[in-house]
């Protein structure tokens, strides 16, 4: 059985005060909370084994090296990767992105394709333009309709010889459509093209198997997970990781090195450079434990609920205009009232202590599609309640009585 009002206890943040009012958090799709657990595995690690990893002699070392490592086997057990080496740790999505966007400068030729859809985060937008910039390559944008759904047919007609790579965000993090990456990763394949999967908003709320799946890259961030910030992966193919050149030059990435010349490690080491986030890494699989401790097909029906409820709750409200509201998607409410500023209903639910976010979301190309500067996006997780949900809808309605 799924009861909230003791996972809730689980998080500490949550009985704190915001304003003076106890905090309601939906902001998940920004960064999730972290529970007591996680937090116990970063003060364990500090507390008892410290130190640098894979190169001492000593224990407090090789204790690190083995959570290090083990954190990679959580990972690889939870998305269901083939093999270890196949996951690099980077300090979250945008890193990973950045990480394979830079290595197709090898192969990427001026007038070949890039494939990207209408409704990308600024991370899975602004690394390949700068890709583009640097080899002459050409963005191309599969489009979204009103509804807040992709026009996932015209991928026939943008798919062609020229398309080098496909990357397209599993889920979007601005109004939380769960694309049809299935279909998009079977049709690339049959075109013999590569795809990367942005997986940020999606490995919270959807458990994702990479090998059923068969996206050739796929990047998650642990702070969107229950876990800390400055900690991700980028999972790869091992044979596009081997062929892929290092992001990074420094310790820990190469097995040789003379002035001349130097030679790599063997993945994942070679992407890996520099001493990395082992505390982050081993509170990573903390919280992916914690996870499948509350277990996946336990909270997504709850956030399902949170979702259905929300829905039927702020559509009472006069004026509302809810984006991608009729679409399959994870718990995420975009929407604007009237010709209400965004910001301001924001501030005014802060005051109340309610936690939302304002603005484009890093998506702006979804608020120009939609003609509007931004939205307010309320964005829930397994830890809330329809009791939070009504103070919410209490606080909106003050709001708009404030700024009418
Ligand atoms: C949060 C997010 C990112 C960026 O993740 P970072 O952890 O900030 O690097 C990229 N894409 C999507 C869809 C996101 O939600």
């Not at 890039?114 to 599969?142: D, F």
């Amino acid at each position: 059985m799924f009861d909230v009002h003791q996972i809730r206890k689980d998080f500490p943040i949550l009985s704190r005060l915001v304003n003076g009012n106890p905090l309601v958090y939906f902001d998940n799709a920004a960064t999730s909370q972290t529970p007591q657990q996680v937090i116990d595995s970063i003060v364990d690690y500090y507390h008892r084994y410290n130190s640098n990893i894979h190169r001492g002699v000593h224990s407090l070392s090789q204790q690190a090296t083995d959570a290090y490592e083990d954190a990679r086997k959580k990972v690889q057990a939870h998305f269901n990767i083939k093999k270890p080496e196949e996951i690099i740790f980077t300090s979250g999505t945008t890193h990973s992105i950045n990480l394979v966007a830079s290595g197709y400068a090898k192969t990427v030729k001026p007038g070949d394709h890039l494939l990207v859809s209408a409704m990308e985060h600024h991370s899975n937008i602004v690394p390949w333009q700068l890709l583009c910039q640097k080899t002459g390559a050409i963005l191309k944008v599969i489009p979204m309709n009103p509804e807040g759904s992709l026009e996932v047919e015209k991928i026939d007609t943008l798919l062609s010889p020229k398309t080098k790579v496909v990357f397209i965000g599993h889920v979007s993090n601005a109004i939380g459509t769960i694309q049809p990456i299935e279909y998009i990763i079977e049709k690339a394949h049959s075109h013999g093209v590569e795809v990367l999967v942005d997986g940020a908003q999606a490995a919270p709320h959807i458990q994702v198997d990479l090998q059923k799946l068969d996206a050739d890259y796929y990047t998650a961030s642990a702070h969107k997970m229950c876990g800390p910030t400055g900690i991700g992966i980028l999972f790869g193919k091992k044979e596009f990781l081997e062929e892929l050149p290092p992001y990074q030059g420094g310790g820990e990435m190469i097995s040789e090195v003379t002035f001349e010349k130097s030679s790599y490690a063997d993945l994942p080491h070679k992407f890996e450079a520099g001493t990395p986030n082992v505390a982050g890494a081993i509170a990573f699989g903390a919280a992916i434990d914690y996870l499948n401790n509350v277990g996946y097909e336990n909270f997504v029906p709850y956030e399902e609920e949170l979702l259905g409820y929300a829905s039927n709750v702020l559509r009472t409200i006069d004026g509302i205009t809810v984006y991608g509201d009729l679409i399959d998607k994870t718990p995420v409410i975009s929407f604007n009232i009237d010709q209400l500023h965004p910001y301001d209903i924001g501030s005014i639910l802060d005051q109340q202590g309610i936690a939302v976010r304002t603005g484009h979301h890093c998506a702006q190309p979804i608020m120009d599609f939609y003609h509007i500067p931004g939205t307010i996006r309320a964005s829930f997780s397994f830890y809330n309640t329809k009791q939070e949900i009504d103070r919410m809808f209490g606080a909106l309605k003050k709001a708009i009585k404030m700024l009418k």
